[in-house]
């Protein structure tokens, strides 16, 4: 992409009424535009993010087998009538609607009530299960603090998986393999060093559901942290359990983290009051046993910004970087100059590396502030003094570490770099 085409711009500063560091980074770096509290647009660069975001799961849901759908946003009232939870004394972050006729809806926090009512349609038998079903889905909630920018938004996206089992034993086969995706996802966005498997009330068929939590100094949540096998607890369980459930390490440290994600046992708690039954074996009926698996990927995108930027702007992991390469051409009048960037943009984009070409008629100062506030991990710099030299000169982002590269060799140091 051409940066002389992209249709947002930096700024210097961020906006006065947003609180949040990761919003106001997001919003100078022309990634977001705030609509209004906890209401975020994503504009290009911001939208390549959160789709990166999004795909890992998406990848890693499909591996475990889990298949992909998309339910409605606004939603039917009666099956939330009969789960119990229609009430605003029982649920209180609905937003809710009406039709012409006076029908009233809501508009969607979570699935697993329309879910269930639709699986009924579709699980018969013990030989339909186990199954399970995600999407990746823009969720509302009348969230009462907005004040975390897309970390707590009243209008976000989340990654919602429901598993379908004939029993508790056949639940934990596929929660076990739950729980090895989610550790591939964090990983793979980079803070799987930072992102602990915690444990936290709100099970409703086990004593604890469990949460992973990423490590940052404005995260909303309190973790107690065993550092030996990165397990922790919530700071709301710390009176009941006083050791690392895993090591029985009793040296657990205080930390602030933000919830990017969260799996629990629902046993029948839904498959119950909405009457989502199948046959086993002997001819008896039986509720279906089931699961859910939350993630939230701009809540993610929120916190890789808070936690890996710097006083200097945003900066990537190159799995969810908006691009890969930032080529900044400077002195843009001069022929050769000119050239080389057309040249590299084109081979580059051609082998499938994600670049944005820096081609504006901007000062060279202008340039480097708005490529460090972008922050994507590789720039190559295309000026007369470097074109001398015969090598160009890529920095990397996330240390300022310069290198010095013939231009045979690269592609194969781009390729080579993740
Ligand atoms: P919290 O306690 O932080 O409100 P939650 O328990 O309500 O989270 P779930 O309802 O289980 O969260 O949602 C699943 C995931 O969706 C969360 O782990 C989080 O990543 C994301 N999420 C939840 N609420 C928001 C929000 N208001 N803005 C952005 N992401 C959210
Ligand atoms: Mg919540």
Redesign the pocket.
């Known amino acids: 992409m051409r940066q002389s085409m992209l249709l947002t711009k930096t700024r210097k500063e961020g906006l006065k009424d947003e609180v949040s560091k990761n919003a106001n980074l997001l919003i100078r770096a022309g990634f977001i535009n705030k609509e209004m509290a906890?209401v975020y647009s994503y504009l290009p660069l911001g939208l390549r993010t959160l789709n990166k975001i999004s795909n890992i799961a998406r990848e890693e849901m499909n591996k475990i087998g889990s298949q992909e759908l998309l339910l409605t946003a606004l939603q039917d009232k009666e099956p939330w009538v009969k789960s119990g939870r229609w009430s605003d004394d029982v649920y209180d972050?609905w937003f809710k609607t009406k039709l012409k006729n006076g029908t009233e809806i809501g508009l969607g926090?979570?699935h697993e009530e329309p879910l269930v009512t639709l699986m009924k349609n579709h699980i018969r038998s013990y030989k339909d299960l186990p199954v399970s079903a995600y999407q990746i889905q823009t969720?509302f909630?009348n969230?009462v603090r907005?004040k975390?920018g897309?970390?707590?938004?009243?209008e976000?996206?989340?990654?919602?998986m429901y598993s379908f089992s004939k029993d508790e034993k056949e639940h934990e086969i596929f929660y076990e393999k739950a729980k090895v995706a989610y550790s591939h996802i964090f990983k793979r966005l980079g803070i799987g060093d930072r992102t602990y498997f915690t444990y936290a009330l709100?099970g409703t068929f086990s004593k604890y559901s469990h949460?992973?939590q990423t490590l940052a100094i404005n995260g909303?949540?309190t973790i107690y942290c065993c550092d030996e096998c990165m397990v922790a607890i919530n700071k709301e369980l710390i009176d009941e359990i006083k050791e690392c459930p895993s090591c029985k390490n009793k040296k657990l440290i205080e930390r602030k983290s933000?919830?990017?994600?969260?799996i629990f046992k629902l046993g029948i708690k839904y498959s119950e009051p909405l009457g989502l039954i199948y046959i086993d074996e002997k001819g008896a009926k039986k509720f279906v046993f089931m699961g859910?698996y939350?993630?939230?990927?701009?809540?993610?995108m929120?916190t890789i910004t808070e936690i890996l930027s710097d006083e200097k702007g945003l900066v990537w992991p190159v799995s969810v970087a908006p691009f890969k390469v930032h080529i900044v051409e400077i002195s843009s009048e001069n022929k050769k100059v000119r050239e080389t960037s057309e040249k590299l943009y084109d081979i580059f984009t051609k082998n499938g590396v994600e670049v944005l070409y820096d081609d504006r008629d901007a000062r060279a100062g202008e340039k480097f502030n708005d490529s460090d506030l972008i922050g994507i991990p590789l720039r190559i710099v295309i000026s007369e003094k470097g074109l001398e030299k015969g090598e160009f000169e890529i920095k990397q982002r996330i240390d300022g570490k310069v290198f010095n590269i013939k231009e045979k060799e690269l592609m194969d140091f781009v390729n080579k770099y993740n």
């Open positions: 906890g972050i926090s979570t969720k909630r969230e907005a975390a897309i970390m707590r938004g009243r976000f996206l989340m990654k919602d709100g949460e992973y909303e949540d933000v919830e990017v994600g969260n859910c939350g993630f939230g990927p701009s809540r993610t929120g």
